[in-house]
Protein backbone atom coordinates (compact mmCIF):
# COMPACT_ATOMS: atom_id res chain seq x y z
CA UNK A 1 0.00 0.00 0.00
CA UNK A 2 2.97 2.43 0.96
CA UNK A 3 4.31 1.55 -2.26
CA UNK A 4 1.42 2.65 -4.44
CA UNK A 5 1.06 5.60 -2.38
CA UNK A 6 4.74 6.46 -3.04
CA UNK A 7 3.93 5.69 -6.88
CA UNK A 8 1.11 7.96 -7.13
CA UNK A 9 3.19 10.77 -5.57
CA UNK A 10 5.98 10.08 -7.47
CA UNK A 11 3.54 10.36 -10.20
CA UNK A 12 1.67 14.09 -9.32
CA UNK A 13 5.33 15.63 -8.94
CA UNK A 14 6.62 14.65 -11.94
CA UNK A 15 3.29 15.68 -13.60
CA UNK A 16 3.85 19.07 -11.72
CA UNK A 17 7.54 19.16 -12.87
CA UNK A 18 6.54 18.51 -16.22
CA UNK A 19 4.01 21.24 -16.48
CA UNK A 20 5.99 23.58 -14.72
CA UNK A 21 8.94 23.23 -17.85
CA UNK A 22 5.50 23.32 -20.61
CA UNK A 23 5.09 26.50 -19.01
CA UNK A 24 8.37 27.85 -18.91
CA UNK A 25 8.63 26.97 -22.63
CA UNK A 26 5.70 28.59 -23.16
CA UNK A 27 6.69 31.64 -21.97
CA UNK A 28 9.73 31.65 -23.42
CA UNK A 29 8.81 31.17 -26.93
CA UNK A 30 6.33 33.71 -26.45
CA UNK A 31 9.04 36.19 -25.26
CA UNK A 32 11.26 34.75 -27.79
CA UNK A 33 8.37 35.72 -30.26
CA UNK A 34 7.28 39.39 -29.34
CA UNK A 35 11.46 40.20 -29.05
CA UNK A 36 11.41 39.38 -32.36
CA UNK A 37 8.74 41.02 -33.89
CA UNK A 38 9.57 44.27 -31.61
CA UNK A 39 12.99 44.13 -32.87
CA UNK A 40 11.56 43.87 -36.75
CA UNK A 41 9.43 46.71 -36.44
CA UNK A 42 12.08 49.32 -34.53
CA UNK A 43 14.20 48.25 -37.41
CA UNK A 44 11.36 49.27 -39.67
CA UNK A 45 10.71 52.13 -38.32
CA UNK A 46 14.62 53.06 -38.23
CA UNK A 47 15.37 52.43 -42.14
CA UNK A 48 11.28 54.88 -42.77
CA UNK A 49 12.91 57.70 -41.09
CA UNK A 50 16.51 57.19 -42.80
CA UNK A 51 14.28 57.28 -45.53
CA UNK A 52 12.55 60.14 -44.83
CA UNK A 53 15.31 62.30 -43.59
CA UNK A 54 17.05 61.41 -46.70
CA UNK A 55 14.49 62.18 -48.71
CA UNK A 56 14.27 65.99 -47.22
CA UNK A 57 17.66 66.37 -47.22
CA UNK A 58 18.00 65.96 -50.88
CA UNK A 59 15.62 68.15 -51.71
CA UNK A 60 12.82 66.16 -52.60
CA UNK A 61 10.19 65.51 -49.71
CA UNK A 62 8.97 68.95 -47.86
CA UNK A 63 5.67 67.24 -45.73
CA UNK A 64 4.44 64.78 -43.57
CA UNK A 65 4.43 61.08 -43.63
CA UNK A 66 2.17 58.53 -41.63
CA UNK A 67 2.43 54.76 -41.57
CA UNK A 68 -0.10 52.50 -40.08
CA UNK A 69 0.48 48.81 -39.82
CA UNK A 70 -1.90 46.10 -37.61
CA UNK A 71 -3.90 48.99 -37.29
CA UNK A 72 -1.49 51.30 -35.38
CA UNK A 73 0.28 53.95 -35.81
CA UNK A 74 4.06 52.60 -36.46
CA UNK A 75 5.65 56.33 -37.66
CA UNK A 76 4.57 59.88 -37.98
CA UNK A 77 7.07 63.01 -38.53
CA UNK A 78 6.92 65.89 -40.46
CA UNK A 79 9.64 67.18 -42.49
CA UNK A 80 10.43 71.02 -43.47
CA UNK A 81 8.46 74.25 -43.79
CA UNK A 82 4.86 75.69 -44.10
CA UNK A 83 5.44 78.13 -46.89
CA UNK A 84 7.95 79.50 -48.82
CA UNK A 85 9.39 81.77 -46.06
CA UNK A 86 10.81 78.97 -44.70
CA UNK A 87 10.35 80.23 -41.24
CA UNK A 88 7.34 77.89 -39.23
CA UNK A 89 7.52 74.27 -39.28
CA UNK A 90 5.69 71.77 -40.25
CA UNK A 91 3.49 69.64 -36.96
CA UNK A 92 1.20 67.08 -37.28
CA UNK A 93 -1.73 69.08 -37.03
CA UNK A 94 -0.45 70.97 -40.66
CA UNK A 95 -2.87 70.62 -43.10
CA UNK A 96 -2.24 70.36 -46.78
CA UNK A 97 -4.59 69.70 -50.33
CA UNK A 98 -5.24 66.72 -51.13
CA UNK A 99 -5.75 67.36 -54.98
CA UNK A 100 -7.43 64.84 -56.79
CA UNK A 101 -7.76 62.52 -53.68
CA UNK A 102 -10.28 64.92 -52.94
CA UNK A 103 -12.49 63.22 -55.69
CA UNK A 104 -13.44 61.05 -53.35
CA UNK A 105 -15.67 62.85 -51.30
CA UNK A 106 -17.82 63.46 -54.11
CA UNK A 107 -18.09 59.92 -55.08
CA UNK A 108 -18.83 58.64 -51.72
CA UNK A 109 -21.81 61.15 -51.37
CA UNK A 110 -23.14 60.14 -54.45
CA UNK A 111 -23.27 56.45 -53.13
CA UNK A 112 -24.64 57.55 -50.17
CA UNK A 113 -27.65 59.41 -51.50
CA UNK A 114 -28.14 55.92 -53.65
CA UNK A 115 -28.05 54.01 -50.28
CA UNK A 116 -30.97 56.49 -49.49
CA UNK A 117 -33.00 55.74 -52.71
CA UNK A 118 -32.32 59.37 -53.67
CA UNK A 119 -30.82 58.13 -57.07
CA UNK A 120 -29.64 55.34 -58.99
CA UNK A 121 -26.25 55.14 -61.07
CA UNK A 122 -28.05 54.76 -64.09
CA UNK A 123 -30.09 58.20 -63.97
CA UNK A 124 -29.25 60.72 -66.45
CA UNK A 125 -27.91 63.63 -65.14
CA UNK A 126 -30.84 65.86 -66.96
CA UNK A 127 -32.77 64.34 -64.47
CA UNK A 128 -31.36 66.66 -61.30
CA UNK A 129 -30.26 69.13 -63.41
CA UNK A 130 -32.64 69.78 -66.61
CA UNK A 131 -31.69 73.41 -67.59
CA UNK A 132 -28.77 71.28 -69.04
CA UNK A 133 -28.37 71.39 -72.74
CA UNK A 134 -29.60 68.09 -74.50
CA UNK A 135 -26.43 66.26 -73.80
CA UNK A 136 -27.37 66.06 -70.02
CA UNK A 137 -30.03 63.33 -71.27
CA UNK A 138 -27.20 61.28 -72.18
CA UNK A 139 -24.72 61.15 -69.01
CA UNK A 140 -25.68 59.10 -66.66
CA UNK A 141 -24.20 59.49 -62.97
CA UNK A 142 -22.13 56.24 -62.97
CA UNK A 143 -20.62 57.85 -66.06
CA UNK A 144 -19.36 61.16 -63.99
CA UNK A 145 -17.94 58.58 -61.03
CA UNK A 146 -16.20 56.63 -63.30
CA UNK A 147 -14.96 59.67 -66.15
CA UNK A 148 -16.87 57.98 -69.38
CA UNK A 149 -19.17 61.19 -69.93
CA UNK A 150 -17.63 62.69 -73.22
CA UNK A 151 -18.12 65.91 -71.69
CA UNK A 152 -15.34 68.61 -72.60
CA UNK A 153 -12.60 69.63 -69.73
CA UNK A 154 -13.61 73.09 -67.99
CA UNK A 155 -12.04 76.15 -69.79
CA UNK A 156 -9.99 77.16 -66.69
CA UNK A 157 -8.92 80.62 -68.36
CA UNK A 158 -12.84 81.87 -68.13
CA UNK A 159 -13.37 80.12 -64.45
CA UNK A 160 -13.36 82.06 -61.12
CA UNK A 161 -15.96 81.02 -59.34
CA UNK A 162 -18.61 77.76 -59.29
CA UNK A 163 -21.43 79.83 -61.10
CA UNK A 164 -18.42 80.59 -63.88
CA UNK A 165 -18.00 76.75 -63.66
CA UNK A 166 -21.87 75.67 -64.15
CA UNK A 167 -22.25 78.75 -67.13
CA UNK A 168 -19.28 76.41 -68.15
CA UNK A 169 -21.17 73.55 -68.64
CA UNK A 170 -24.42 74.99 -69.87
CA UNK A 171 -22.27 76.60 -73.01
CA UNK A 172 -21.19 72.90 -74.01
CA UNK A 173 -22.77 72.16 -77.28
CA UNK A 174 -22.01 68.37 -77.64
CA UNK A 175 -19.61 65.93 -75.93
CA UNK A 176 -16.03 64.60 -77.13
CA UNK A 177 -17.57 61.16 -77.15
CA UNK A 178 -20.66 58.92 -76.50
CA UNK A 179 -20.75 58.48 -73.19
CA UNK A 180 -19.66 54.98 -71.74
CA UNK A 181 -17.76 54.01 -74.64
CA UNK A 182 -13.90 55.94 -74.17
CA UNK A 183 -12.52 57.54 -71.01
CA UNK A 184 -11.58 61.04 -70.21
CA UNK A 185 -10.26 62.10 -66.64
CA UNK A 186 -11.32 66.16 -66.21
CA UNK A 187 -12.63 67.97 -63.29
CA UNK A 188 -16.07 68.74 -65.18
CA UNK A 189 -17.56 65.42 -63.68
CA UNK A 190 -16.73 66.23 -60.33
CA UNK A 191 -18.10 69.44 -60.31
CA UNK A 192 -21.30 67.54 -62.27
CA UNK A 193 -21.30 65.22 -58.99
CA UNK A 194 -20.79 68.20 -56.64
CA UNK A 195 -23.78 70.36 -58.66
CA UNK A 196 -26.15 66.95 -58.34
CA UNK A 197 -25.66 66.12 -54.36
CA UNK A 198 -26.39 70.08 -54.14
CA UNK A 199 -29.72 69.75 -55.70
CA UNK A 200 -30.92 66.49 -53.97
CA UNK A 201 -30.19 68.10 -50.31
CA UNK A 202 -30.71 71.56 -50.70
CA UNK A 203 -27.59 72.59 -48.99
CA UNK A 204 -24.42 73.58 -50.85
CA UNK A 205 -21.88 70.32 -51.37
CA UNK A 206 -19.30 71.44 -48.69
CA UNK A 207 -22.00 71.80 -45.81
CA UNK A 208 -23.17 67.91 -47.14
CA UNK A 209 -19.20 67.20 -46.57
CA UNK A 210 -18.95 68.38 -43.59
CA UNK A 211 -22.18 67.20 -41.77
CA UNK A 212 -22.22 63.82 -43.79
CA UNK A 213 -18.44 62.82 -44.09
CA UNK A 214 -16.14 64.68 -41.87
CA UNK A 215 -17.97 64.70 -38.37
CA UNK A 216 -19.63 61.82 -38.09
CA UNK A 217 -16.04 60.21 -38.74
CA UNK A 218 -14.50 62.61 -36.47
CA UNK A 219 -12.25 64.57 -39.44
CA UNK A 220 -11.89 67.70 -37.26
CA UNK A 221 -8.64 68.71 -39.06
CA UNK A 222 -10.27 68.47 -42.50
CA UNK A 223 -11.46 71.51 -44.37
CA UNK A 224 -12.73 72.10 -47.97
CA UNK A 225 -12.58 75.39 -49.81
CA UNK A 226 -13.72 77.94 -50.00
CA UNK A 227 -12.66 78.96 -46.32
CA UNK A 228 -10.90 81.55 -44.56
CA UNK A 229 -8.80 82.32 -41.27
CA UNK A 230 -8.32 78.77 -40.94
CA UNK A 231 -5.89 77.54 -38.72
CA UNK A 232 -2.23 75.54 -39.41
CA UNK A 233 -3.00 75.91 -42.98
CA UNK A 234 0.26 74.77 -45.32
CA UNK A 235 1.19 77.16 -48.58
CA UNK A 236 2.30 75.08 -51.37
CA UNK A 237 5.80 76.58 -52.96
CA UNK A 238 8.13 75.59 -55.54
CA UNK A 239 11.72 74.53 -55.09
CA UNK A 240 13.24 78.44 -56.15
CA UNK A 241 10.93 79.49 -52.71
CA UNK A 242 8.26 81.00 -55.01
CA UNK A 243 5.02 80.65 -53.54
CA UNK A 244 1.54 79.51 -55.36
CA UNK A 245 -0.65 82.46 -56.42
CA UNK A 246 -3.82 82.42 -54.02
CA UNK A 247 -6.88 79.41 -54.96
CA UNK A 248 -9.68 80.67 -56.44
CA UNK A 249 -12.86 79.99 -54.59
CA UNK A 250 -14.25 77.52 -55.71
CA UNK A 251 -15.94 74.72 -53.96
CA UNK A 252 -14.36 70.70 -53.50
CA UNK A 253 -10.70 71.31 -52.81
CA UNK A 254 -9.94 69.72 -49.29
CA UNK A 255 -7.35 70.48 -46.79
CA UNK A 256 -6.45 67.79 -43.86
CA UNK A 257 -3.78 66.18 -42.28
CA UNK A 258 -2.54 62.75 -42.31
CA UNK A 259 -4.56 61.74 -39.42
CA UNK A 260 -7.41 62.84 -40.57
CA UNK A 261 -6.88 61.20 -43.77
CA UNK A 262 -6.51 58.25 -41.82
CA UNK A 263 -9.88 58.13 -40.36
CA UNK A 264 -10.98 58.48 -43.78
CA UNK A 265 -9.28 55.20 -45.17
CA UNK A 266 -10.16 53.39 -42.06
CA UNK A 267 -13.77 53.66 -42.67
CA UNK A 268 -14.36 53.96 -46.44
CA UNK A 269 -12.05 50.46 -46.46
CA UNK A 270 -14.23 48.76 -43.59
CA UNK A 271 -17.32 49.83 -44.93
CA UNK A 272 -18.38 52.55 -41.55
CA UNK A 273 -19.50 55.25 -44.86
CA UNK A 274 -20.99 53.18 -47.48
CA UNK A 275 -21.81 49.62 -47.48
CA UNK A 276 -19.83 46.54 -49.17
CA UNK A 277 -21.26 47.17 -52.67
CA UNK A 278 -21.61 51.05 -52.73
CA UNK A 279 -17.79 50.35 -52.24
CA UNK A 280 -17.51 48.06 -55.18
CA UNK A 281 -19.10 50.15 -57.61
CA UNK A 282 -17.08 53.15 -56.31
CA UNK A 283 -13.48 51.19 -57.45
CA UNK A 284 -15.23 50.32 -61.04
CA UNK A 285 -13.39 52.08 -63.68
CA UNK A 286 -13.75 52.19 -67.43
CA UNK A 287 -11.95 48.83 -69.48
CA UNK A 288 -8.51 50.97 -70.46
CA UNK A 289 -5.06 50.14 -68.61
CA UNK A 290 -4.61 53.91 -67.85
CA UNK A 291 -8.15 54.28 -66.82
CA UNK A 292 -8.95 55.42 -62.75
CA UNK A 293 -12.12 55.04 -60.85
CA UNK A 294 -13.36 57.16 -58.47
CA UNK A 295 -11.15 55.95 -55.43
CA UNK A 296 -7.71 56.22 -58.08
CA UNK A 297 -6.83 52.62 -57.83
CA UNK A 298 -8.53 49.98 -56.35
CA UNK A 299 -7.96 45.97 -56.67
CA UNK A 300 -11.24 43.93 -55.77
CA UNK A 301 -10.97 39.30 -54.98
CA UNK A 302 -14.18 38.26 -54.74
CA UNK A 303 -15.68 42.08 -54.70
CA UNK A 304 -13.60 42.42 -51.46
CA UNK A 305 -10.88 45.60 -51.44
CA UNK A 306 -7.95 44.92 -51.16
CA UNK A 307 -5.33 47.30 -52.26
CA UNK A 308 -6.29 51.39 -52.61
CA UNK A 309 -3.52 53.67 -54.36
CA UNK A 310 -4.88 57.49 -54.85
CA UNK A 311 -2.57 60.39 -55.65
CA UNK A 312 -3.11 64.20 -56.12
CA UNK A 313 -1.95 67.55 -57.73
CA UNK A 314 -2.88 70.76 -57.11
CA UNK A 315 0.06 73.29 -57.86
CA UNK A 316 3.06 73.06 -55.38
CA UNK A 317 1.18 70.28 -53.34
CA UNK A 318 1.37 66.92 -54.05
CA UNK A 319 0.05 63.34 -52.15
CA UNK A 320 -0.15 60.05 -52.12
CA UNK A 321 -2.55 57.06 -50.21
CA UNK A 322 -1.54 53.30 -50.09
CA UNK A 323 -3.64 50.79 -48.29
CA UNK A 324 -2.90 46.91 -48.64
CA UNK A 325 -5.96 45.56 -47.06
CA UNK A 326 -5.15 42.59 -46.30
CA UNK A 327 -1.72 43.31 -44.83
CA UNK A 328 -3.11 46.17 -42.74
CA UNK A 329 -0.66 48.56 -44.26
CA UNK A 330 -1.48 52.18 -44.98
CA UNK A 331 1.27 54.91 -45.98
CA UNK A 332 0.24 58.53 -46.19
CA UNK A 333 2.12 61.38 -47.95
CA UNK A 334 1.05 64.76 -47.82
CA UNK A 335 3.77 67.57 -49.31
CA UNK A 336 3.70 71.48 -50.26
CA UNK A 337 6.52 70.83 -52.33
CA UNK A 338 6.07 69.23 -55.47
CA UNK A 339 8.85 66.94 -56.47
CA UNK A 340 8.00 64.25 -58.36
CA UNK A 341 8.64 61.83 -55.39
CA UNK A 342 6.07 60.75 -53.27
CA UNK A 343 4.78 57.52 -55.07
CA UNK A 344 8.49 56.29 -55.35
CA UNK A 345 8.83 57.46 -51.27
CA UNK A 346 5.42 55.44 -51.09
CA UNK A 347 6.89 52.71 -52.71
CA UNK A 348 10.45 52.34 -50.47
CA UNK A 349 8.31 52.65 -47.50
CA UNK A 350 6.09 49.65 -48.64
CA UNK A 351 9.21 47.30 -49.67
CA UNK A 352 10.66 48.35 -46.48
CA UNK A 353 7.39 46.67 -44.54
CA UNK A 354 7.72 43.85 -46.85
CA UNK A 355 11.68 43.25 -45.83
CA UNK A 356 13.06 44.02 -49.54
CA UNK A 357 15.11 45.46 -51.24
CA UNK A 358 14.68 49.26 -52.88
CA UNK A 359 16.65 52.45 -52.85
CA UNK A 360 15.14 55.76 -53.76
CA UNK A 361 16.75 57.03 -56.85
CA UNK A 362 18.59 60.28 -57.17
Known amino acids: MLGLIE?????????????????????????????????????????????MKYSNSMGVFNGNV????????????????TDAYKKEKLTKESKFHLGSITKEFSAVAILQLEEKGKLKLS???????????????????????QYTSGIPNVNWKKIKNDKDIFDGLMSIEKLDFKPGTDYDYNNNNLFLRQFIIER???????????????????????????????????????NNSVQDSEELPITGGTYTTTYDLLKWLNSLHFRK??????????????????????????KFRNKKLIEHTHDGRAGSFEAIIFSDIEKKITIILLSNNYNGKVSEISETIYAILQSEKKELSK
Open 200 to 238: LTGVPFKTYSEKFIFQPLGMNSSVMTPFENEKNMTKGFK
Open 273 to 298: IINKNSLYELGQNFNTQESQSAMGNA
Open 123 to 145: DNVSKFIPELPNWAKEVTVKDLL
Open 7 to 51: AIISNIIYAIFMNYNKQILLITATFIFLTHNILAQSKEIQEIDSL
Open 66 to 81: LVSKNNKIIYSASFGF
